[in-house]
């Protein structure tokens, strides 16, 4: 009987393919091991194994795979049962969540070499011009050569014209090569020649170093450190310690009186010992005792807890019972800044028991982590990381914390698949019968509901440790300071007030204001021209340090120009602000304090976060500016003021989230504020001081908050009492896609009646050069979300059989609000 395999490729095709395999391969396969196998004409990909089986396929006849290249699976069976699930909830393939859990270095690729042919045509090789003469004449010298060296000799991108014509005289031939991309990390080590290890034998060769005083000085110095450390020597640490120059060491290795040989090392190490956790206070330990019992019952429970109220603490209890049984931790970060705080902490206790995953480290770093998870070292014990940690190939999976819950950092928006990975962890917890804890001060609003209607357990934290105060916070109404002239560029007298008392106590403050860059807008003063990106229907923000105009969509920059480019006249004139022009009215203001800001396009970089976090937490900084990262989680024990310096953007933003996200976002900033022993102060600028959310904010009221939301919602029909899929479609020409859109919402009214909203234009309606129409459904709880996901799969199928209609992209977000 044939063997056959079916692959799972990462490629957006809902199916599988089948490829044929030997009886010996059938046997030694397993699912989950990564094969090489040939897709299309020429093109290798990386697939891994889904199944074997003895069916051949119906419509083409199997191709046999490439190469094996795992001995054992590089994904598990629970992995693969929460990849399918993320795949038939979020609507997209398997082969793009594969895509976007793996690293990337283990989807090898194949790579085309260019080779010469042995039996030439002379009468050809005489006829060669300019480049397909300067390729062959290489290909003499150096066979085979690969795409990207052509293009270097020839000084082109594009060099697929030069190749055919050589394939065309039949001079050349071309072939697919898969290569490998992670490289494990090698380290040099040293170590004396075994036959000098006697007593007798050391002492002869020590006396005939004498005159070689430098080698003798580095055979000294390495029993020195072997007696210090206790450890194998590094090369480099020997090299280092004596600061003798290469040669010497070569000259010793030369004489084979030393040795080297490699140890495979990771290139992430968390040091760190491990310590006995801090005694939680009498609230602590209440709240622990909620959650664990709430553990016993019901699997996801929310805590509920204010800020600076020791919610690590309780983690770091709950995080030692769960190792302690030989399980591992998942801790989510809705944001990599937090991670070098938290690291700080958890290692204090853990040691080197800590491993991180976010997008900042590199492939290699990545597949390091994803190994060590799979062979279940020690090191791999506690994950921290961003929501692509619930992607990872967990063995024995026992408590999953996901701190900041309410974050929107948790949605994946592009590319697919478009997962929540609050939502991922509970039910990758479920699979492995695991606990999951739901932290945050101000719960999402779905979270709280799924508490009211008993889902969830809850436990609350009301209580901010070593029993500080809840920070003041004061509304400064700037309409009022507008029309008495109280303002200062952007600064209240009152705000500017209260920086002034904190910087003369030596304390440090946070300013927030949700927009990066300068400037959003950019206008004539004269004509009311305003620079637009020409890619996206959007104005361009304005940076003043590199003197540059950028697209926040697309990346587009231009130079800013000196006179407007519409009437000529040099009267351009900026609207709104961001933080770099908020860090540059400060250091007009308070010339002697030392500023910095954090946002996007300062922390960029590996170390980015760090460096500022760091720098902030040193006192080296007095004051902060920057943009939401700030507010997620951070901790500084100096910090006694916390000012937003618009709070009215956030409230009139055109969505029905818009005030539970402004609170959420109030209340995170100001929990900044006094997080020691000294009561902390907040500053909110707003037009409207009476807006029903600030009051809320001002009492820490989120009980209130969440009736007034919830109430709305009913009376609209919103999440959490219906669910939502988005349909957006994009494409390059606009008749296309209005055309697209019309016949799509009909055909969906067809199904749905009346809980189909659009089609409409989005407030960015053209992105990239792509046109864009959005369709809401709004699907009842009590209506199937399995068959009306079918209707819309069905949908999609007779939109994409429309040869008018094939071009324009079809993308479906599942749950896009969250």
């Given amino acids: 009987m044939p063997n056959f395999i079916d692959v799972l490729l990462p490629i957006p095709l809902q199916k599988l393919f089948t490829y044929s395999v030997t009886a010996a391969e059938s046997d030694f396969l397993k699912p989950g091991v990564r094969v090489a196998v040939p897709f299309g004409k020429s093109k290798i990909y990386t697939g891994l194994v889904y199944q074997k089986h003895q069916n051949p396929p119906q419509a083409y006849e199997a191709k046999e795979i490439y190469q094996i290249l795992d001995e054992t699976p590089i994904i598990t069976e629970r992995q ?66 690969r795409v990207h060296e052509i293009s270097n000799i020839l000084g082109k991108k594009n060099v697929h014209k030069v190749l055919d014509d050589l394939l065309q005289q039949n001079l050349i031939e071309v072939k697919e090569e898969v290569f490998e991309r992670y490289k494990p990390k090698m380290v040099k080590y040293v170590k004396l020649n075994p036959d000098f ?81 801090k005694t939680l206070n009498p609230y602590q330990a209440e709240a622990l005792k909620k959650i664990t019992q709430n553990f016993k019952t019901t699997h996801p429970v929310l805590f509920q807890g204010v800020t600076s109220s020791g919610k690590t603490e309780i983690y770091a209890h709950l995080i030692k019972e769960t190792i302690s049984q030989g399980r591992q931790v998942l801790y989510l970060l809705p944001e990599i800044a937090l991670t070098t705080q938290i690291i700080n902490r958890l290692k204090f206790y853990f040691g080197d028991n800590i491993s991180v995953f976010h997008s900042k480290y590199s492939l290699n770093e990545r597949v390091e982590v994803w190994y060590n998870l799979l062979r279940q070292k020690s ?83 009301d209580r901010r440790f070593n029993d500080v105060l809840m920070p003041e916070i004061e509304l400064i109404d ?141 006192q080296e900084l007095d004051v902060l500016v920057g943009t939401q990262m700030l507010t997620k989680g951070l901790d500084f024990s100096k910090v006694s003021l916390v000012g937003v310096l618009n709070a009215d953007n956030m409230l009139n933003f055109p969505d029905f989230r818009a005030f539970e996200r402004s609170f959420q976002l109030l209340v995170q900033v100001s929990g900044r504020a006094g997080r020691d022993k000294k009561r902390g102060k907040v500053g909110i600028q707003t037009y409207n001081p009476y807006h029903q959310i600030l009051q ?17 919602r009913y009376e609209f029909q919103y999440p959490p009492l219906t669910r939502m899929i988005k349909i957006t479609l994009k494409h390059k020409n606009y008749q296309k896609v209005d055309t697209a859109s019309v016949w799509l919402g009909k055909s969906l009214r067809n199904s749905f009646g009346d809980l189909i909203l ?61």
């Fill in 379 to 461: 090191k791999a014990q506690v994950i921290l990381g961003a929501r692509s940690s619930v992607l990872l190939p967990f063995t024995n999976l026992g408590l999953i914390i996901v701190d900041e819950e309410h974050e929107s950092s948790y949605k994946q928006f592009d590319p697919a698949p478009r997962y929540h990975a609050r939502d991922v962890a509970i039910v990758l917890a479920k699979q492995h019968q695991a606990n999951v804890l739901l932290g945050s001060a101000t719960p999402s609003v779905e979270s709280y509901f799924n508490v009211q209607q008993n889902k969830y357990g809850f436990a609350k934290l």
């Fill in 478 to 618: 700037i309409k009022e300071k507008h029309r008495k002239k109280r303002m200062n560029g952007h600064f209240s007298d009152r705000l500017i007030e209260m920086i002034q008392e904190v910087l003369q106590e030596k304390e440090q403050v946070i300013l927030f204001q949700n927009r990066r860059g300068y400037a959003p807008i950019i206008e004539c003063s004269t004509c009311g021209n305003a620079p637009q990106c020409p890619n996206c229907d959007v104005s361009l923000t304005y940076h003043k340090y590199n003197h540059n105009l950028k697209c926040h969509y697309c990346g587009y920059q231009s130079m800013m120009p000196e006179v407007c480019p519409a009437c000529k006249n040099p009267t351009l004139d900026s609207k709104g602000f961001g933080t770099e022009q908020i860090e540059l009215e400060l250091k007009d203001l308070f010339p002697e304090a030392k500023i910095g800001r954090m946002d996007l396009d300062t922390t960029r970089g590996k170390f980015g976060y760090e460096k500022i976090i760091d720098a902030f937490q040193s």
């Fill in 80 to 145: 693969l049962k929460n990849w399918e699930w993320i795949a038939n909830y979020y609507m997209c393939t398997l082969g793009e969540v594969l895509r976007a859990a793996i690293p990337s270095s283990f989807l090898l690729e194949s790579e085309t070499l260019v080779i010469k042919k042995e039996s030439l045509n002379d009468t050809a090789v005489d006829e060669l011009q300019d480049d397909t003469y300067l390729v062959f004449e290489a290909l003499q010298q150096q066979s085979p050569l």
């Fill in 197 to 277: 290890e006697d007593d007798e034998a050391l002492s002869h060769l020590l006396k005939d170093l004498q005159r070689a005083k430098k080698q003798h000085q580095v055979v000294l110095q390495y029993f020195n450190l072997k007696i210090q450390t206790k450890k194998p020597i590094k090369l480099a640490d020997l090299k280092e310690s004596t600061q003798v120059s290469g040669g010497v060491i070569k000259a010793l290795l030369d004489k084979n009186i030393l040795m080297t040989y490699d140890i495979q090392e990771d290139r992430v190490h968390i040091d760190g010992a491990v310590n006995q956790l």
């Fill in 758 to 818: 659009g089609p409409t234009s989005p407030a960015v309606s053209r992105i990239r050069n792509l046109y864009l129409k959005t369709i809401l459904i709004k699907l009842p709880r009590n209506k199937s979300i399995q068959e009306s996901k079918a209707i819309i799969q069905n949908i999609k199928i007779t939109f994409s059989s429309i040869s008018e209609f094939r071009s324009v992209r079809f993308v479906i977000d599942v749950d896009y609000y969250a």
């Fill in 696 to 712: 809320q904010v001002t009492l820490n009221d989120y009980e209130s908050m969440f009736k007034d939301q919830i109430n709305e």
